[in-house]
């Protein structure tokens, strides 16, 4: 508490302390009530213990983690699956890796219940909140090397930070910081011998980026064993009840095991995500390989250099240009080689081309038909009947200017736009101002849109709505001769396009957590309104889609795939936009609140829980930045509305 009483959390605190001092079975305190102490610390100024309880929480959060990878491999070595299988044999190796686990993880760190922590709490440490609170203690403290390296390892996922970028320009210039303070302490080992090594070769010291490149490619395979090690526990089954539906322990281990595969594979995004990054690194396991490759071939290793192509072969099958690289090695070597052994599992989820969910949904143009990457075109997504449904529905609920600050023609005078976001739509549905039906409906295809581009993608992680929106722009008549305008200029979704620079600047006003996007249209009895795909330049379109109704364009989020919307120069045009995201933090609570509702679709408490959850998220995050303002960065409510 800030007046100098103690709360409960502080008092059980320091309970733990003493019984951690006592007691060889609890000797590892939990991270979060260390943390806690080092806020309640920090809010009353006393710098001293702020380091001393948070580098303590940073020691146990580690220690807790190593100490699951490690029993949880131990134990899988212990009681694996054998050939034999059967189902009172799979049960047995379940049961006995559990007591294993539990055994193991208790003899080190005591009881796992006490170091159960919220999701908060994880958010948290996940991103590096502990480190600004070090940085600022140990400022205060006079101890400016220490906090160099809080601040860079803080800013380092989280270069939005305006604040911390400017504490980093000055403590460059404070006498005793050296560059070397300037570290990352959550670097991750892969990640920083892969970018080191990258460094090197376009120096051309290839013999040490060979060296860095090998390390980097043990360390990758080494963080994803830990990476699905720490999937073996407890999983989330949000929307389920096991007790009400009466499900047996087949369908509850199956389900269980389900959600174990989706977090292992969700590692390929972790261990080829940056820091401060919500998108992976393109082609990230594999990009190794090529770049052995050429290392070898600059220092006369072509043994090497052709083992390297063939594993890249592994990942990307008749790849032309490394198929060429191949070739030559064969042929200077006069034989052939093996690739080496990889888990092509690996790097398969960045690609897409994953099952399209519903029967009656067909792909028409893949990423590379569509001269990109993270792309796709799909075709009855829904119905003619449903598109004429949703298509009544925006004329009665759309109104001018609706998600656009009120704006009737946000992007360009010449045309109309009329929009309506899910809780509008809700409402007027509850007032009786249009059918529940259709108001149903609405969350219902949106729902689908957002299944089918989680599976394409092959996320196998859970892709939360962002922003829905239903969306109808209409040609002014008489200003339509001679346009030279965009309905909707080039742009990307979670970064701020740069043609002259090449580059797309992940910081506000673009929501930078948005990591899909799809457009999902109603008709096409329209002229103009050509969706486009360009380069960077913002000029030069690599692809052009037809609205149709049913027809959908799904694609990444990110400066890989700028885009925009030709003149409408006839008619209206119509689309549900929708924009997704890997980070539950950001999701949308109508569609949330919704998803979590029963198959008699979403009560009324369903909405005013809605309502009201908007308006106590709205005032919990100002109030946490109120808190929390050397720590944290609010999102922009400036927003893109794009389709």
């Known amino acids: ?196 090594a990258v460094s090197l070769y376009e120096k051309g010291e290839h013999e040490g980026a060979i060296a860095l490149f090998e390390e980097a490619v043990v360390e990758y395979y080494k963080a994803d064993s830990e990476c699905r090690a720490l999937c073996q526990w407890p999983q989330r089954f949000e929307g389920h009840d096991y007790l009400r539906y009466r499900y047996s322990l087949h369908e509850v281990v199956s389900d269980h095991f389900t959600q174990v595969l989706h977090c292992e594979h969700e590692c390929v995004r972790d261990l080829a995500t940056r820091p401060g990054r919500l998108s992976p690194m393109e082609n990230y396991l594999p990009l190794h390989y090529d770049y052995l490759q050429f290392a070898y071939f600059h220092v006369d290793r072509l043994e090497e250099a052709l083992q390297c192509s063939l594993t890249y072969l592994l990942f990307h099958e008749g790849e032309e240009s490394m198929t060429d690289n191949v070739d030559y090695y064969r042929e200077t070597l006069a034989h052939d080689g093996k690739p080496r052994e990889v888990r092509i599992c690996c790097s398969r989820g960045m ?31 829904i119905s003619e009947e449903e598109c004429s449904d949703l298509r009544r529905l925006a004329h009665a609920v759309t109104m001018a200017g609706d998600g656009y600050r009120g704006r009737m023609s946000p992007h360009t005078p010449n045309e109309k736009f009329e929009g309506a976001t899910v809780l509008k739509t809700l409402q007027y549905g509850y007032e009786g101002r249009v059918p529940m039906r259709s108001a149903r409906l609405f969350y219902d295809i949106s729902e689908r849109a957002r299944r089918v581009i989680e599976s394409y993608f092959l996320l196998n992680a859970t892709l939360h709505f962002s922003y829905t929106h239903l969306v109808c722009r209409t040609a002014i008549t008489g200003q339509q001769d001679h346009r030279n305008d965009l309905s909707h200029p080039i ?34 009895d329209f002229e103009g309104g050509e969706f486009i795909f360009t380069e960077m330049d913002a000029k030069t379109v690599t692809a052009s889609v037809k609205p149709l109704c049913g027809r959908m364009v799904g694609f990444s989020s990110g400066g890989e795939n700028p885009h925009g919307v030709k003149a409408v120069t006839s008619g209206q045009r119509c689309a549900v936009a929708l924009w997704f995201t890997l980070d539950p933090l950001f999701r949308e609570l109508v569609n949330y609140y919704y998803q979590r509702g029963n198959d008699h679709f979403a009560s009324r408490f369903i909405l005013h829980s809605a309502v009201s959850d908007l308006a106590n998220h709205a005032s919990t995050s100002t109030r946490k930045m109120n808190c929390r303002s050397c720590s944290s960065s609010s999102p922009s409510i400036k927003s893109f509305y794009i389709f």
């Open 1 to 196: 508490m800030m007046d100098g009483t103690f709360s409960p959390a502080a008092i059980f605190s320091a309970f733990l302390l003493t019984v951690a001092l006592s007691s060889p079975a609890a000797s590892l305190e939990p991270y979060d009530l260390l943390y806690d102490s080092a806020v309640q610390a920090f809010y009353k100024g006393d710098y001293t213990n702020v380091v001393r309880y948070m580098e303590g929480a940073l020691g146990s959060y580690k220690e807790v983690r190593r100490t699951k990878v490690r029993c949880r491999l131990r134990c899988q070595d212990q009681h694996p699956f054998d050939e034999t299988f059967s189902d009172l044999r799979f049960a047995d190796v379940v049961l006995r890796r559990a007591a294993c686990m539990n055994t193991c993880i208790e003899e080190k760190i005591g009881t796992q219940s006490v170091h159960k922590v919220s999701e908060d709490v994880v958010q948290d440490f996940h991103r590096r909140i502990p480190y600004n609170y070090l940085q600022l203690a140990y400022q205060k403290l006079k101890q400016p090397d220490k906090a160099a390296a809080a601040a860079h390892t803080y800013f380092q996922a989280n270069p939005e930070h305006v604040e911390m970028d400017q504490n980093l320009e000055q403590y460059k210039d404070l006498q005793g910081v050296e560059e070397e303070h300037f570290v990352d302490r959550e670097a991750r080992p892969h990640q920083r011998s892969f970018a080191a």
């Open 351 to 381: 690609v897409g081309g994953g099952p399209l969910v519903y029967d009656d949904v067909q792909l028409v143009q893949n990423s590379a038909a569509l001269n990109g990457t993270q792309r796709v075109l799909l075709d009855h997504v």
């Open 491 to 524: 742009h990307a979704d979670n970064c701020l396009l740069d043609p002259e620079a090449n580059e797309c600047w992940k910081e506000a006003p673009a929501y930078t957590y948005r990591d899909y996007s799809a457009l999902l249209y109603l008709n096409g």
